[in-house]
Each structure stands twice: as structure tokens, then as C-alpha cells.
């Protein structure tokens, strides 16, 4: 490879808009904006990113856009945020001092890899990753800025935990402020692919759905039949899909862009096998919020209808394929879309809406028991355990303040202090302070060893 003339030497210094100083290390990446290598400073790994000359120079408020994100702080602290200015006497060109990405992160399109390197974490950890984006951008968003250009490039995902840590946030503008960028094809909503509209937190919502679907089933909300059918995907047709006449896989109005058998077959059989608060966001963004900005769902719908599938997970004992249990799914026993089988489901805390799976070690939240909206930081009330003999067993320990009281079906009462567990038995009602639930679908088995707390 011949070296290019913006290229950096090792042991190169640089200079920090805050004072210090450091050294260029290894080259880490190359893209179309610029290069990313280690950096040293004062005794410390960082990455640099180093723009080539060209994007410095016709990139007008890119330096701007830069110093004060500085200036202002990463919005979450899973943003790869700048964290200085970097220069290079004698250089035309800058850039900027972020932290490494860990070693342990894959990048999100791994997800879409063949194997080796393909990656396929379980639903549970997908719907947390999508989780901790929705989170992300929450807080992003209520600062003020638009991040323009959400695609696979910008994730690296913990496939263990399904966190995120989200880079390139050199494309990150202040929302209303013309950008330097219109997105990635796929991604753009369709009034941007149209060229109607810049990139706004509007469309970022929108972006965000896409990257969700993608991440959940593998596959893009708006490739049906007509996608299948094509020949060739040139940019009018791609123009067509995307921009002018954009259609939902699954819009209850219309069958015009729906599943073909054989090629969709996974994708329905997930969607059949989604709660139906997700299908309820998805199918709102992908039919009205085509087209009315306004009714796609804000990161606060996405995360409790994420934190709720999350802890609505049972894997068919069959061929292990996940589904989200709702009350619904409850209701009408769960059999299993992609074998048929008959899914066993765990017991349930019910509050009148989606009922609570009793799956040994979840947490209880308050805020679960009434409308679902999630408060940060709340400590859990209530943990399941299995009885460490026969784990067949449940109780549901108190751990939080209140002390509750509980009334079993046969109308015998007891309370249940901080610390204390009572037995999971079919008819219990707990009152847990501000509201109270009634246990149901306890296995008979588990449930003829009495209530005894
Ligand atoms: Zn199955």
C-alpha cells in the first residue's frame, strides 16, 4: 500500500486543545472521513480520530460541531464522545480524542455476518441491546442533537450483556442545524431518500425503528414482496421502495408489499411470536409515520415496550425458537410458531394488563405493576427465587420497604415483611403497597405443596 500524504507516523506528537499532548500509536481503522489510531497521552490508551484533509476543508462547521460537543460531554456515557481537540503542527488537517472501543464489543453488523464471524444472540439480549439504544438516544435527543445518520456502522454491541456503545458522533448535529450528512441508504426516512427533508431527531425516530427492526428480526421493515420480486435494485427502484412509495412487510391495511412463503418464513414466524406492544410501535412507524413524522414512537414507547419483551422471553422446549409472551399469547396457551410444539409457561403476576412471568431470579418493579413507564433508578420490590431443594418451587421475596400483605383462595391472610419470601401458589393476591396482583398458571404440581411462606 503507498502511504497517502494524511497519513500519520508512529510516534508522531500531537498537540490537545486543553493543553496536553501526545503520540500517535497504530493505525486502528480507515474510512471515508478519516483514520482512527491509538493514541498515548500522558500514560494513557486512547483513539484519535484524524480527518483527511479534503472532509476538514469541505466540511464547513465540522471543527465547530466538534468543540463543543467537547465542550458539552457525552449526553450517556456509552456515546464514543469527543473529548478534545487534537492539531498537528505543520498538518491542515485535525481531529479529535475519544475513548477506545472495548476489545470484547463486535460490531453491530455482525449480526447480518455468515460464520465465523457472525454473531446471534438470544431475543432476550437483541431486546436489551435495543433497549440501551433507545435509552442512549433518549437522553441524546433531549439535549438537543440529532445524530443524522444512525446505521450498523455506528454500534458495537456486548453480545454477553446486550449493551451498546455508539460511535461516530462526529456526525451528530444540533437538531434544526444543517448537518454533513443525509444517512445510509435503508436507513434515511423516506422524506430524506425523497429529498424533502434534512436529518432531524424526526427522522433519527425513524432510523432508530429500522436499526430495531434489523436487530430483532434480521431483516429490514420494508423489504416484502416487491423487494423479492425485483430483478435488479437499481436507485430508481431503490428511490421507490425507500422514498416515494414506501410499504410495511406486515401493514394490516394493505398486502401489496406482504411476505412471500419460503423467503419471509423466519420474519413472520417472529413477528407472530412478538408481544403485541411491539408489533403495536413497529406497525404504527412503518404505516402512519411513513409519512406523518409525528406518529412514530418516542425512545420512552420503544423502551417499555423493549423492557417488557425483555421479561416476557420463553423459548420453546422443542426447538428453543423465542417468543414474547403477552396476556393474549396467556390467554390462548402458547404453541410454538415455528415447530408447533406446546410452550409451557411460567406462572403470572397479573395487574390487570400484560401479566408478570415468574421466571426464577427477575426483579419486580413498581412501575411494572401500573402502566409500564419506566422510572430510572428505581430499586426492585420483589425478586423470584426457586426453592433451593426443589426448583420446581417459587417464592416471591420482598425487597424492598413496604411490608405485604397476601390472602391466599381459600381466603387465609398473612403479611410478608422486607426480606421475607411468600410461596408463588395459584389464586395468592399480593398487595405490594400501591397495588395488588394475583398469582395464576402455577403448575399443579408446585402448587399442591400448600402456601405455606
Ligand atoms: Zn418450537
Known sequence: MTPTRDVLARGQPLRLLS?????????????????VYAVDTAGRRLALKWYHPHVALADVTLRARIARMVRQGPPAPNFVWPLDFAEIAGSPS??????????DRRELKDLFAPPPRGINPSLYIRAAACFDIATSFQRLHATGYCYQDINFGGFFIDAERGTIQICDADNIAIDGEPGGVYGTRKFMAPEVVRREALPSTKTDLY???VLFFYMIFNWHPLDGRREAQASIMDQALERKLYGEEPCFLFDPHSDANGPVPKVHDWVVARWAAMTDRMRTLFTRVFTQGLSRVQDRPIESEWRSALAHLRESIVDCPACGFSHGVDGAMVQRGCSCVSCGAAVPLPPQLNFGRDPLLLTPRRKIFEYQMGGGYIVNEEPPVGSVESHPRDPAILG??????????????DGTKMTIAPGKTVRVVDGIAVNFGLREGTVSGVPSAAASLGSAA
Open 19 to 35: 493543553g496536553g499532548a501526545g503520540t500517535v500509536g497504530e493505525l486502528l481503522g480507515s474510512g471515508g472521513q478519516g483514520s
Open 207 to 209: 432510523s432508530m425503528a
Open 396 to 409: 416471591l421475596q420482598n425487597v424492598g420497604k413496604a411490608v405485604w400483605a397476601a390472602r391466599t383462595a
Open 94 to 103: 485535525f481531529g479529535y480524542i475519544m475513548p477506545v472501543i472495548s476489545s
